[in-house]
């Protein structure tokens, strides 16, 4: 079983910072990539910014500069800093975490968490 717990979500301003933060947890396992995602309404899931478990990062364009993802590995948690929010930027966030457990390898969600950008 593996957990994931998003928090961080709610109603910005354009122009402002939040930070979602996730926690990952479970028995026998190891983390490897973690990672943000997004759906914004009518628009398909994207991946927003991925995380090794090294601390190599790579994101997508439109969030390139503004967005930091970040990982705690003695915590099992993964954060994403979000500053110069703008409204293009709303939509649901979801945690992805890629694991290994009993030799297999799983892949995990978080529930989502509703980030609204206001203009």
């Known amino acids: 079983q593996v957990q994931l717990v998003e928090s961080g979500g709610g109603l910005v301003q354009a122009g402002g910072s939040m930070r979602l933060s996730c926690v990952a947890s479970g028995t026998f396992v190891s983390f490897n990539d973690m990672a943000w995602y997004r759906q914004a309404p009518g628009k398909e899931r994207e991946l927003v910014a991925v995380?090794?478990?090294?601390?190599?990062?790579d994101y997508s364009d439109s969030v390139k500069g503004r967005f930091t993802i970040s990982r705690d590995n003695a915590k099992n948690s993964v954060y994403l800093q979000m500053n110069s929010l703008k409204p293009e930027d709303t939509a649901v966030y979801y945690c992805?975490?890629?694991?290994?457990?009993?030799?297999?390898?799983?892949?995990?969600w978080g529930q989502g968490t509703l980030v609204t950008v206001s203009s």
């Open positions: 992805n975490v890629q694991y290994w457990r009993l030799g297999l390898n799983g892949v995990a």
């Open positions: 995380i090794t478990r090294g601390g190599n990062t």
